[in-house]
């Protein structure tokens, strides 16, 4: 059986990982987690133990693709892209993660 918190957890990072790479295009593994950081003002920080292997998971369902390239510090680096089927994830896991921050606001602001 699989944790329902870390579920969650991948969950929340896939969508991040996919909605970044939905609105800015093709990124590698360290701009993505630079992005990520940037638009949730430093309160969002990802490590390479826990970005690598949700891209790696991203790769596996074929939500993205990637390829070789350069890096603008001119270094080998692994460019990410959403596919069709990671933009139809995408929109799916948004509506869930919606539903899901929903209830627990409802559940908090419950006196």
């Given at each position: 059986m699989t944790n329902p918190n870390t579920d969650h957890l991948h969950g929340a990072l896939d969508?991040?990982?996919l909605k970044t790479l939905e609105t800015l295009g093709p990124l590698n593994g360290w701009?993505?987690?630079n992005r990520i950081q940037q638009i949730s003002e430093d309160v969002l920080t990802l490590n390479q133990g826990s970005l690598y292997p949700a891209l790696q998971r991203l790769l596996t369902k074929?939500?993205?693709t990637s390829e070789w390239g350069t890096s603008?510090?001119?270094r080998r680096a692994r460019f990410y892209r959403i596919t069709a089927s990671g933009r139809k994830q995408l929109a799916k896991e948004t509506q869930e993660w919606e539903r899901f921050t929903a209830a627990v606001v409802r559940i908090?602001?419950?006196n």
């Open positions: 969508l991040l990982v701009d993505i987690a074929r939500w993205v603008e510090n001119n908090l602001q419950t």
